[in-house]
């Protein structure tokens, strides 16, 4: 196997892509060609070789893959809390009493706890009432905010005792102040903190976390970002995140054992949240408290629900998916599962009651999860046997009342589905009689797209709301009415309102005209931005 990966030049639309990332595009060729040499990537070599022959054939989406790829914290850091523009006023402008100070010292060390690190720690020289303020306040500190930034943290985490409330390291370029990091870290684990985003600054890709982190027992919400996750294996099982809430893995290089280690070892995690791995993971969800489960990525082979008690919401993602990589979704024990999402015929696998689920699989009691009421799926209505899958796994949460359906892209028809494949197709539980919502998204108006909708409306006794969001390519309101026009002419089994959606120039951010009955409303996909 040859030693290296040929890089790929930078072209105007990927430059124009890169400036508005505010990255100079010659700067950003070098360190691509940079990246894309597999001495430099490492263990990310065979993503990328995988990555080229997706690209050859699917220019359009390179810009995207590239931001996901490399620069995925502008986009999914979470936001401090505390703003740069805060200022501090002991005293009003038209007040001689300074009430500000007589507040209790609660008071005070929670509104020093809010205010950037370099203004904290100048209340101090308000007066002597303000002067051990500083030192006692649970303290946020985002290096963002500092000039030198290593000095300064260093600073900072040597002068005040703990705890820290949030502290956030996105500017710094780790690999070059790695062993100062450890050290970061251990002051951290032992003076407590509760929230912590770190942030390897982009290069190398693979640099080692510290585990100095798997001893920070106090954290509630930990979000890490481009990081190799330390080895967990032959640590104690006294190593463990007793207050963890929620957890964030953008990009970082972790195995399924790792993951299966940080849910064992937190017993109140609530939230786990993984976007971009580049290891094909196998996740097994054993937890008494995880109530929300998001993954965005390509890499992932199985997710099984073992025994998950009070999961809700179960949102899986493809970033981009290569030929052949399927995920196996499979569902055990977990009777609070409300949400599930984003299902897609081409790219998932559905396991229910240890039976996958084919197109005209018979249902049965082990093979229905009736707590489902959210059901968000993406078809490719132009492919015959993606649209025939629907049936199937609709009869699986016969109690779905809101359903979020996203037309997926097809290049070309594979195979025409049977005009009278619906009416064939029998009762569908949840159509008939319990789905009162409907967001069609990426609408084309293709013959198979209007077929299942006429169907559906056709059946859907207790329908309410409908919203069809219009894919690009409409060219005017006329068109898209010659579109519709059929729907208009069925019988509707119910009352509901259809409401088309295009985006366009307009300040509010979109047109919206209705073509039934004159109702006109707004809705936001629960799925959409998770």
């Known amino acids: 196997m040859d030693a290296r990966v040929s890089p790929v030049p930078v072209n105007p639309a990927m430059a124009a892509g890169f400036l508005r990332l505010g990255i100079d595009p010659d700067e950003a060729e070098g360190l691509f060609r940079r990246a894309t040499t597999i001495d430099t990537l490492g263990p990310f070599a065979p993503m990328v070789t995988v990555a080229r022959e997706f690209l050859d054939t699917q220019l359009n989406e390179y810009e995207r893959f590239i ?17 740069a523009a805060s200022r501090l006023f002991a005293l009003p402008p038209d007040d001689a009493v300074d009430r500000v100070s007589c507040l209790p010292d609660t008071l005070l060390g929670n509104i020093v706890s809010r205010l950037p690190i370099k203004d904290a720690a ?17 303290l946020v500190l985002a290096d963002a905010d500092l000039l030198p930034v290593t000095s300064a943290v260093s600073s900072v985490l040597a002068a005040h005792p703990g705890p820290f409330r949030c502290v956030h390291l996105t500017s710094i370029r780790m690999a070059e102040f790695h062993g100062l990091l450890t050290s970061w870290l251990q002051l951290l684990a032992d003076k407590g903190i509760q929230e912590l985003v770190l942030v390897n600054n982009r290069y190398p890709l ?5 585990a100095t982190f798997l001893g920070m027992a106090t954290l509630t919400r930990l979000y890490l970002g481009l990081w190799r996750f330390p080895c967990t294996a032959g640590h104690p099982r006294s190593t463990c995140f007793p207050n963890l809430r929620e957890l964030e893995l953008c990009n970082v290089l972790a195995e399924s054992r790792d993951l299966d280690f940080i849910l064992d070892r937190s017993p109140v995690l609530e939230t786990l949240s993984v976007k971009g791995n580049l290891f094909k993971l196998r996740l097994r969800l054993v937890s008494q408290s995880l109530l929300c489960v998001k993954f965005f990525s390509s890499f992932i082979e199985e997710i099984f629900v073992v025994d998950a008690p009070r999961l809700e919401q179960l949102i899986h993602s493809e970033v981009w998916a290569p030929d052949g990589n399927r ?20 790219n998932h696998v559905l396991d229910v009651g240890n039976t996958i689920i084919k197109a005209g699989t018979r249902v049965s ?23 025939k899958m629907i049936p199937s796994f609709l009869r699986c949460f016969p109690n779905v009342e809101k359903l979020y359906i996203r037309c997926g892209k097809t290049d070309q028809s594979a ?7 619906w009416h064939e197709s029998g009762i569908i539980e949840c159509i008939r009689s319990r789905i009162n919502m409907l967001v069609f998204r990426d609408f084309h108006g293709g013959r198979s ?14 329908l309410k709301e409908v919203v069809v969001m219009l894919a690009a390519g409409f060219t005017s309101m006329e068109e898209v009415h010659s579109k519709v026009a059929s729907l208009e002419s069925i019988k509707w089994a119910s009352e509901a309102s259809l409401v088309l959606m295009t985006w366009c120039s307009d300040p509010r951010g979109g047109c919206i005209r209705s073509f039934k009955r004159g109702s006109n409303f707004s809705v936001r996909d629960p799925f959409d931005n998770c």
């Open 67 to 83: 931001d996901r790829l490399f620069f995925p914290t502008n986009y999914d850091l979470p936001t401090p809390p505390v703003s």
């Open 122 to 138: 100048r209340t101090a020289a308000l007066s002597r009432r303000w002067n051990g303020v500083w030192r006692s306040a649970p």
């Open 206 to 210: 693979d640099l080692a976390l510290p």
């Open 327 to 346: 995920t196996k979704i499979k569902i055990g024990h977990a009777p609070k599962l409300n949400w599930l999402g984003y299902l897609d015929p081409e």
């Open 365 to 387: 009691p082990s093979t229905i999860v009736p707590s489902v009421t959210f059901l968000a799926m993406e078809v490719r209505f132009g492919v015959r046997n993606d649209a």
């Open 415 to 421: 195979g025409k589905l049977n005009p009278k494949f």
């Open 449 to 462: 797209e209007l077929a299942f909708l006429k169907f559906f409306f056709e059946n859907a006794l207790v």
